[in-house]
């Protein structure tokens, strides 16, 4: 974990309203792993106040990549920084996937902006030679976004792209198509998806990540802000910045 | 050089800069993202006789110039507190100062009876105005009568710095600041957040799971003012000032509006070194405006006494 001023390379909308952040930040991306989060401050004053957290969408060689929605004050600057800005960036954050371990095919299963931390992962997964399926959920088909993925599946709200529907229920009718050798599921999304998903890995037996996305003021747990119920342990909640944000399906209460 | 330590009763600060309780965790939480011994002391979070696992989500929601929260006083419990985060805050040169909540009288009495026992720490702050829990917290720190009966058992049990933590929530905190300072407290720290709400109106409820919550930030900085002057006025123990302190600027106003000291709260949360940055912009504030003592600073505001209106209120 570090803190520090990075050089924003470029900033364009890659769909709709779905943008593409590349910073150069060297000492980040000599460490970062997929799932891991930057915490940033938008402008150098206290309007926004808290930092913006984005999971790391993309690696390359010196630059991270974080993808966002424009929702609001924090964003619209982001969507404009010029090329040559300074941001203050801490980071990595966060634990990350468990990409190693005794498993052969890695399924994919992201909900919206969930795609966030994909293409890190299937960067990782490439390198640790499993095999890799994609399921992406938007809710049409301007959302879409596949770059850096493999063998994708798509599911959308109105059916204007691929299986009509969500993601989780595209994954389920796939399962009972054929099931997968040795599969573990890897997944961020919205809360309802992952609840569902979650309900199907138990169905199946299949083991399954969950990167959690939760409201949080400062992002390496000291303000204790954003917990996750958990069970087995003496603890009713953890802190979704700093024990996650990839959690263990069975080990969550969403 | 400016000289920039202050003095709480018997605790002696070598600058006048704090983190909050509650905004830094036990003190130890971020080693890689500041260095704890350029600032004059950690409150550390509120410590309950019992672990808390504090209150469900959403605990957090950003607001205009500020941040409500509802943590609920989750802390570890001052068992596991001695045993496994004094023994490190120890080696820190830096004021080690307790803040200890509890839902009763006993209560506060037994966690700052526990501490007592041990070497290591420097004063106590007593948290009678946490707005997020339903027992203790701000039922407390809003009955003038409760307030000084605390402090009078506390000081009853030590001779170390006693700090007793207000919350702006009353009419006058002025009331409750005398009535700790003739209970014997060394100083008051003030404020604790103001009970703000937000609401989701698209889905028609609080975004907060208790409703309500504590708001902090610059937004609530000119209310701090306002009750640290207040405070100032009438009683003569020293003041910790809080409330959306982000600059040294911020920082300098307090100490103008009667505080010894600072305490650095939400700031911790988007720069974890705003407080050290703070310590030593307070130095440089000092030499830049030959000013040889950073105490030159304390209650040094100039106001016009002829004007009624101010008077009415305070």
């Known amino acids: 974990m570090r803190q520090g001023f990075y050089r924003v390379e470029s900033v364009r909308e890659i769909a709709g309203n779905i943008h593409l952040l590349s910073l150069h930040a060297p000492e980040i991306a000599s460490s970062v792993r997929a799932g891991q989060f930057l915490n940033i401050k938008t402008r150098d004053y206290f309007l926004p106040l808290l930092r913006r957290p984005f999971s790391v969408y993309h690696r390359e060689g010196d630059s991270l990549r974080i993808i966002f929605n424009v929702v609001g004050l924090g964003t619209r600057i982001l969507a404009s920084a010029p090329p040559g800005d300074q941001l203050d960036v801490i980071g990595p954050l966060g634990n990350a996937f468990g990409v190693r371990g005794e498993y052969d095919e890695a399924v994919l299963v992201a909900g919206g902006l969930g795609i966030a931390p994909m293409p890190m992962l299937t960067a990782e997964l490439k390198s640790a030679r499993k095999k890799i399926h994609t399921f992406l959920g938007a809710r049409n088909a301007s959302q879409i976004v596949r770059e850096h993925m493999e063998d994708v599946s798509v599911a959308t709200d109105d059916g204007s792209a691929g299986f009509r529907g969500t993601v989780v229920e595209l994954l389920r009718g796939r399962l009972r198509q054929a099931p997968y050798a040795r599969p573990k599921i890897f997944a961020c999304g919205p809360t309802p998806m992952l609840r569902a998903l979650a309900v199907l890995a138990e169905e199946v037996n299949i083991p399954c990540e969950l990167s959690l996305e939760s409201p949080m003021a400062c992002g390496i747990g000291i303000c204790q802000g954003c917990p996750v119920e958990v069970t087995g342990g003496p603890r009713k909640y953890a802190l979704v910045c700093r024990e996650g944000t990839v959690f263990d399906s069975k080990l969550v209460v969403l | ?314």
């Open chain 2, 1 to 314: 050089m400016a000289e920039l330590g202050v003095r709480v009763g018997p605790l002696e600060l070598k600058n006048p800069v704090l983190v909050a309780s509650g905004t830094f965790g036990y003190g130890n939480d971020c080693p890689e993202l500041s260095d704890v011994n350029l600032i004059g002391g950690i409150v550390t979070k509120s410590l309950s006789m019992n672990p808390r696992d504090g209150n469900p989500p959403d605990r957090i929601v950003e607001t205009a110039g500020g941040m409500l929260n509802s943590i609920g006083l989750a802390n570890i419990g001052v068992h596991d507190f001695i045993a496994n985060k004094l023994p490190e805050l120890r080696r820190f040169d830096t004021a080690i100062v307790a803040n200890i909540a509890a839902s009763s009288v006993d209560e506060y009495c037994g966690v700052l009876s526990l501490l007592e026992e041990q070497g290591g720490i420097h004063g106590y702050e007593i948290n009678v105005s946490c707005p997020n829990v339903k027992e203790g917290g701000l039922s407390f720190g809003t009955n003038p009568s409760m307030t000084a009966e605390i402090t009078r058992r506390l000081r009853s049990l030590t001779k170390k710095c006693l700090i007793i933590k207000l919350t702006p929530n009353v009419a006058h905190v002025s009331e409750f600041a005398r009535a700790v300072a003739d209970e014997g407290a060394d100083g008051v720290s003030l404020i604790n957040t103001v009970v703000g709400m937000a609401i989701d109106h698209r889905k028609r409820t609080p975004i907060l799971s208790t409703v309500t919550g504590g708001l902090s930030g610059p937004a609530i900085k000119p209310i701090a003012l306002a009750k640290v002057y207040e405070a100032a006025q009438a009683v003569k123990i020293p003041i910790m000032g809080i409330g959306g302190i982000m600059t040294t600027e911020d920082a300098v106003e307090f100490l103008l509006a009667g505080a010894t000291a600072v305490q650095i709260g939400t700031a911790n949360f988007i720069d974890p070194s705003a407080s050290m940055k703070i310590a030593r912009g307070l130095g440089e504030y000092c030499d830049s405006n030959n000013i040889p003592r950073v105490t030159d600073l304390v209650g040094a505001l100039k106001v016009r006494t002829d004007i009624s209106l101010i008077h009415s209120w305070l």
